[in-house]
């Protein structure tokens, strides 16, 4: 496995090549796996160490990887439940790439949707991300200056 550094708009990534299959690269950037198309195949004599395991096509939509559990979903918040562990709930997924700017809750924190928990600068404009559910925030995933992708969960609530 191949490991490179990058630092981007200020932020540090260790991205880690775990396979190339034709266009398709699988790939951990800061320990979140992706799958990556590339524009053009890898010159394997070039590279060998990212000689692929095995062809296949790569002709599909890559997506970022699944993560590895999913989280239940929440009970209706008119129902009292016992406090839920810390990560457990809905995720608030990033609705664009972009650099945090602000996280305006705090784990713990009771919210309702379209309370505004995350600021998300993309394309040098700041965007409000709100809340799509109602209850308590139980885990923060990120932090002012970082970078993320579209899909990246943000938050738990739960």
Do not use: C
């Amino acid at each position: 496995m191949n490991t490179y550094k990058y630092k981007v708009n200020g932020v540090d990534y260790v991205v880690e090549i775990a396979d190339v299959e034709g266009r398709i690269a699988k790939v951990n950037v800061n320990g979140i796996p992706f799958e990556l198309e590339m524009q053009k195949p890898i010159n394997v004599a070039k590279h060998p160490s990212l000689a692929p395991h095995r062809l296949q096509s790569a002709q599909q939509v890559v997506q970022p990887a699944a993560p590895a559990a999913a989280a239940p979903a929440a009970a209706p918040a008119a129902v009292q439940q016992p406090a839920a562990p810390a990560g457990a709930g809905n995720p608030q997924k990033a609705p664009l790439p972009g650099t945090v700017i602000d996280v305006k809750v705090q784990v713990g924190q009771q919210v309702n949707a379209g309370d505004i928990v995350v600021v998300l600068e993309a394309m040098k404009m700041q965007n409000n991300i709100e809340a799509e559910y109602s209850g308590k925030v139980t885990s923060i995933l990120v932090k002012p200056g970082e970078t993320v992708m579209e899909g990246a969960v943000l938050l738990t609530i739960g």
